[in-house]
């Protein structure tokens, strides 16, 4: 499979790009767990297809050191024991909010307060600032149908 367009022979799609990557280094540097950032940033790759997304953090969470059961049940959280009640309370977040158009409304206030029984605001805006992040990632990737599978952790920096 190839993809529609090289983001790399634009000369907007770098540009975005590094928007996106700075905001992204406040998230990072940011004092929501790394773990969580990864889960969320996984589940939101999975809900919107995105299989260079899917591919990329979860092979960055392996090389953090997550574990590959975590990893195998991002996609059913509900059920899984191996998730804290925090990172559940984010990835019930990170779903609502990739999934606006399907519920009225958003991010229903249970989701929110139970995230916010969990983080602080500082947290809060950072996993609010992770899921439009990931989100903004994902349909840029599907659109252009960017192949997945060859990544490498660490290859943007």
Request: proline share 3%.
């Amino acid at each position: 499979m190839d993809a529609r367009l090289d983001l790399f022979e634009s000369t907007i799609a770098p540009q975005f790009a590094k928007y996106l990557n700075a905001a992204g280094r406040v998230v990072h540097e940011s004092a929501l767990p790394a773990a969580t950032q990864e889960l969320v940033k996984i589940r939101a790759s999975q809900i919107n297809g995105c299989g260079y997304c899917t591919d990329m953090h979860t092979k960055d969470a392996t090389h953090a050191g997550e574990s590959q059961a975590r990893l195998n049940l991002v996609a059913t959280w509900r059920e899984a024991t191996v998730f804290t009640e925090a990172e559940r309370a984010a990835l019930a977040l990170a779903e609502q909010g990739t999934r606006i158009a399907d519920a009225a409304g958003g991010v229903t206030d249970e989701v929110w307060a139970e995230a916010a029984r969990h983080y602080d605001s500082d947290q809060l805006a950072a996993l609010v600032a992770v899921v439009a992040i990931i989100n903004a990632y994902t349909r840029l990737n599907v659109i252009v149908r960017k192949p997945a599978g060859d990544y490498v952790p660490g290859q943007w920096g």
